[in-house]
């Protein structure tokens, strides 16, 4: 059986942003990967203690973000069950569930650098491949496969200031996401961190 190539860039994309976007471009292309799948996590444990916005908001963000991106998909495999969800065992229910695919994860040096904190990731890379893009502000250490993409010093935290500032954030998200952030009133005050 042919194994299909797919990259898995996990995040809580509050809102998905031209970074998550040219890192899954850059991945899929310098690893050949069929596809790369934007998992959106449905309720990210590492960011207890911040205001953040509904599961089926970022998800509908993403996949608008992605439409008519080649080989670049949303999923909600952390959609099922909803509720909090370990990288680990993501993967182990693709390897039990979809055993056609060969999955890489793909993370940023900020993720990386944390990666000893995730449950049980001393057993990741027997489940994937790990590749891990350059950040700004963040070195990228130790033998995983590292991956040149180009720097842009855009987070989804900066978006959510920018909103509650009132200042513009086209081109740094895709129109659609444009879109749903103003007409769901999100990141504007109250809920900007
Ligand atoms: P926040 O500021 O809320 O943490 P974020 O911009 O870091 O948001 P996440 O959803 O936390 O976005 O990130 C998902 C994944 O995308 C992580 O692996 C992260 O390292 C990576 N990533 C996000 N933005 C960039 C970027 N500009 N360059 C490289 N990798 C990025
Ligand atoms: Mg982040």
Redesign the pocket.
Known sequence: MTQRRIGL??????PP?I??L??AVEARDQLELDEVWLVVAHTPWQ?AGRVISAPERRLAMVRSATEGLEGVVASAIEFEPPGPSYTVETLERLARCRSELAPTL??????AAGIETWHRSEELASLAELAV????GWAVEGVRRRLS?P????????IRRRVADGRPIDVLCPPGVVSLVAGWGLYDGANAS
């Not at 893009?133 to 700004?136: G, K, L, N, S």
């Not at 720097?151 to 900066?158: I, K, M, R, Y």
């Open positions: 860039l996990g995040g809580t994309f509050d942003h970074g998550h040219i890192v960011k793909i993370m940023g040096a900020d993720a893009v350059d950040r700004p993409v720097q842009l010093d855009v987070s989804s935290t900066g």
